[in-house]
């Protein structure tokens, strides 16, 4: 079998016996496969622009923060109307982001009665926000 390696200078070719050849075969896949892995989870930076603009953080400029205070300013009027275990469970689910199925277990409800619950809540929240 014949082996071809490739360098800055040339490609020599040299003759080995099959089994060796087999081996040889398999340790380049071997490589290839490791290398492959390793250099696929990563990102070039050029990779990051688009259309001539690199896309940025998250903004939090003054506009962004008027949105966010509106926001509060929106949940904080709608929180009253709930009742006190609505809240507790918009508190926990959205503000400690404990997750459904752990909220059910602390409370001893089933995983139905807590979506139950949070559709309520969230029509009401809802409610409050389109009425204003």
Request: hydrophobic share 45%; charged share 25%; glycine share 8%.
């Given at each position: 079998m014949k082996i071809k390696y490739e360098f800055v200078t040339g490609a020599v070719e040299v003759d080995?016996?099959?089994?060796?050849?087999?081996?040889?075969v398999d340790l380049n896949r071997q490589e290839y496969n490791v290398n492959h892995k390793e250099t696929r989870r990563h990102i070039s930076l050029d990779a990051c622009q688009y259309e001539g603009a690199t896309f940025a953080a998250e903004d939090f400029?003054?506009?962004?923060v008027l949105e966010q205070d509106e926001a509060k300013?929106?949940?904080a009027a709608a929180l009253p109307r709930l009742t006190e275990a609505q809240r507790h469970l918009i508190?926990?689910?959205y503000f400690?982001?404990?997750?459904?199925?752990?909220?059910?277990?602390?409370?001893?409800?089933?995983d139905a009665a807590v979506s139950k619950m949070k559709t309520a809540a969230l029509k009401k929240m809802k409610k409050v926000f389109q009425t204003g």
């Open positions: 080995v016996p099959d089994e060796w050849g087999i081996v040889l400029g003054f506009d962004a300013k929106l949940v508190h926990a689910l400690e982001c404990v997750p459904p199925k752990v909220y059910a277990k602390q409370r001893g409800i089933s």
